[in-house]
């Protein structure tokens, strides 16, 4: 079984999207086990085995997984927890945060040795967490763990029922970044109010679902519970109350403080008219506002006991889909050469919504014309990198020519004593206006979400930056009349630290394969600082010298001296710097005679012995 999207046409991605799914018989045998599951919550999960697939299942109920009182909204850092990897975790500015209780529950889970065990077991076949309520949001954060943990290109899919919205934009990003948001589909009737509670301050629900998870129960399984219709009824139009107030300050981006939850995978919204398939976030979250307004003769506590009953009526709500999705497409078939307006309004109707409903149908527009520019803007800088090629392979000959001399390219540069000197610094120049142009659109999101992880991309930007970069160190070097470290944050141009945290966040993902060991030295040095780090060696050992700062300028070059016996060792530093006229070497040649005046320092030092032994001659 395939559980890959396909890339249906745009004119109705939406409803072409929900038509497969819904008819493929997924969706009816998830919520079935789900349903079944729950008349016995004793276990933390459960697998089922249909046919292929492997369904993975968590419970809908336990009060202590909805409260989460000791925040706003509920929210949580995920920093402090070793369960996911550090790309996922964002950074000290923008951390990632997931709901409280469903971390809970998902780490308790994890302590069940039983459950990792048999997940080892599945890493080969094709396995759907599924979930239905906080299980949905559990079940989300299982499959990023699996994802993370097994195999990253495991055959997974994440599959929710009426699933609360459970991480923040950070955690959204990370997982764009991974190319993991077409692994989750949510499921949400059209009035079912928990995927919209989370939007709401945690105090403000908190009394209503005292009252009201427990009828959930009662409906979901065999327990008896007596929940009283006052009490109830007050508890949905509360609940809705508020819920509502929130969604309208995002949906009409109102100022003010919002929830920090985002919709975060492929959203199926479900009515009676059919269903449609968003991915778009922002255009989701005005879907959750708008879908659940009051319609014209229908009262507000009707539609509050609405928003509560279709939440456990996920299997009665499946029941009509297939026919009316089928009808759906055969409609959409007849006018598919239509605008991109028609196929928006094609998606509205079929989740109940209208396209007269002037606010989502202008979002829904937006992402997709969102998209397009995005999609155009690849396309863009596809031409651009190929027109590129000439300058980067300019650099690559101007490296080549100084090895053949016998000089090192950094050090010809930085001299600046030939024409062709002229030409290599407007390659130089060009390259990096590309680059930074690149990272700008990236850090404005005009390029798609996964962008910074696309090998070609990654793989172009460490060319650039280990080739360019020490060019730009040279020229720092070279130019630079206050003696400011390249290394400081505001001298190191902000393409480069970008493209290295690209390069790293994408090491990070393959933390778990196994990594072949290099034979011989790198084409390139790794470390595109290199450079600096000697400029940094070389000042220290001119203040040595001169006999100033005697301490500090012997510690910075140790340092440098054990750095560069590391990369030795990993075989990531290029052969040109043993080059005999490199400034590495005669840097070494000077720092040497200074320490060769400490008996101790042969013995002591990590370099001493490779260069001694003209170990790196050897290895050419």
């Avoid at 000290?92 to 308790?108: I, Q, S, T």
């Avoid at 948001?181 to 949400?188: A, D, E, N, T």
């Avoid at 300019?394 to 030939?418: A, P, R």
Wanted: aromatic share 10%; with cysteine; charged share 25%.
């Amino acid at each position: 079984m395939d559980l890959d999207w396909p890339n249906p046409p745009k004119f109705s991605v939406g409803q072409e999207l929900a038509t497969l799914i819904a008819t493929c018989g997924i969706l009816p045998k998830a919520w079935e086990a789900i349903f079944s599951f729950s008349k016995n919550e004793d276990d933390s999960f459960l697998l089922e085995k249909d046919e292929d697939v492997v369904y993975v299942i968590f419970p809908s109920f336990r009060n202590e997984d909805f409260i989460a009182s000791d925040s706003k909204y509920g929210e949580c850092n995920i920093n402090n927890q070793k369960i996911f990897s550090a790309g996922l975790k964002g950074d000290v500015d923008k951390p990632a945060l997931v709901h409280k209780g469903a971390l809970n529950r998902f780490l308790h889970i994890l302590e069940n040795p039983d459950f990792k065990a048999k997940m080892q077991e599945l890493k080969e076949q094709n396995i759907i967490f599924v979930g239905h309520s906080i299980g949905g949001a559990v079940a989300a954060l299982a499959t990023i763990w699996f994802l993370e943990k097994r195999l990253r290109n495991s055959n997974s899919f994440c599959i929710t029922f009426g699933a609360p919205l459970f991480g923040n934009a950070t955690l959204q990003e990370a997982i764009g970044r991974e190319d993991w948001l077409g692994r989750f589909c949510h499921v949400v009737c059209k009035y079912d109010i928990v995927p919209r509670m989370y939007l709401a301050p945690y105090e403000s629900i908190a009394n209503s679902l005292d009252a009201i998870v427990p009828h959930w129960r009662s409906k979901m399984s065999t327990e008896c519970i007596d929940v009283s219709h006052l009490s109830m009824s007050e508890a949905c139009i509360n609940i809705l109350n508020n819920v509502v107030k929130c969604t309208s300050t995002i949906a009409n981006n109102y100022p003010g403080v919002r929830s920090p939850y985002v919709p975060i995978g492929t959203y199926m919204f479900c009515s009676t008219h059919g269903a449609a398939c968003f991915e778009d976030s922002e255009a989701v979250l005005k879907l959750l506002h708008f879908s659940v307004q009051g319609q014209e003769g229908i009262p507000f506590d009707q539609i509050a006991g609405t928003c509560i009953s279709e939440h456990t009526d996920y299997g009665h709500m499946l029941e009509g889909i297939d026919e009316a999705l089928l009808n759906a497409r055969q409609f959409a078939n007849l006018v598919s050469n239509s605008s991109f307006e028609i196929g928006i309004a094609l998606e509205l109707e079929a989740i109940g919504v209208g396209a007269q409903d002037n606010h989502v149908f202008l979002a829904l527009k937006k992402a997709g014309e969102a998209k397009n520019e995005k999609d155009m803007n690849i396309e863009k800088l596809n031409v651009q990198l190929s027109t590129n090629q000439s300058f980067l392979a300019q650099l690559e000959w101007h490296k080549m020519n100084c090895k053949d001399k016998n000089s090192c390219s950094y050090d010809s540069f930085k001299q600046q004593v030939e024409k062709k000197d002229f030409y290599v610094n407007l390659a130089r120049t060009k390259l990096g206006g590309f680059w930074d142009e690149i990272v700008d659109m990236e850090e404005k999101h005009v390029l798609p979400s996964d962008f910074r992880t696309r090998n070609k991309w990654i793989n172009a930007g460490t060319t650039y930056r280990r080739l360019v970069e020490p060019l730009d160190i040279a020229f720092h070097y070279r130019t630079d009349k206050e003696n400011k470290s390249y290394l400081s944050d505001e001298v190191r141009p902000h393409r480069h630290i970008v493209l290295e945290k690209w390069m790293k966040e994408k090491e990070q993902t393959r933390s778990g394969r196994e990594r072949r060991g290099r034979t011989n030295f790198a084409s390139l040095t790794q470390d595109s600082c290199f450079w600096a780090h000697l400029e940094e060696a070389r000042k220290a050992l001119m203040s040595l010298q001169q006999g100033k700062d005697i301490n500090a300028s012997l510690e910075v070059c140790v340092e440098f001296e054990t750095y560069v016996k590391s990369i030795i060792t990993d075989k990531s530093i290029s052969i040109e710097v043993f080059l005999d006229q490199s400034s590495f070497m005669i840097w070494w040649q000077q720092y040497s005679q200074i320490q060769l005046q400490s008996p101790q320092w042969r013995s002591n030092s990590p370099l001493y012995d490779f260069m001694a032994n003209e170990g790196c001659k050897k290895k050419v």
